[in-house]
């Protein structure tokens, strides 16, 4: 079974950047897509970013423009550049990987999952 380990949440001005990690820690492990999520307190987990076969990207627009999700060669670490925070980006982040079904923003398409980081924005 692949365990995700996320990393690199913190807390933040508004304005500011963060960058995330996620690494599987099986060394052998090759993603076939791996993908961020968020959720807000009382609220439901939110696609935020995914990357899938050769490095093919998607954005929520909520996050358009102002983060990006990239990988590493052995697609078993993926990364989440965020800049310009704003305070309705607070939440826990949450790392996924190998989706199986459509749509990538849907979290129960997802085989694998991390624990979770907190970012909280402030203003």
């Known amino acids: 079974q692949v365990q995700l380990v996320e990393s690199g949440g913190g807390s933040v001005q508004a304005g500011g950047s963060l960058r995330l990690s996620c690494a599987a820690t099986?060394?052998?492990?090759?993603?076939?897509?791996m993908a961020w999520f968020r959720q807000a307190p009382g609220k439901g987990r939110e696609g935020v970013a995914v990357i899938y076969n050769a490095g093919r990207t998607f954005q929520a627009a909520s996050v358009k423009g102002r983060f990006t999700i990239s990988q590493n060669n052995a697609k078993n670490t993926v990364y989440l550049q965020m800049n310009n925070l704003k305070p309705e980006d607070t939440g826990i982040y949450y790392c996924a990987a190998d989706h199986v079904a459509s749509p990538w923003t849907h979290w129960a398409n997802y085989k694998h999952w991390g624990q979770g980081t907190q970012v909280t924005v402030s203003s």
């Open positions: 099986e060394a052998t492990y090759s993603s076939v897509s």
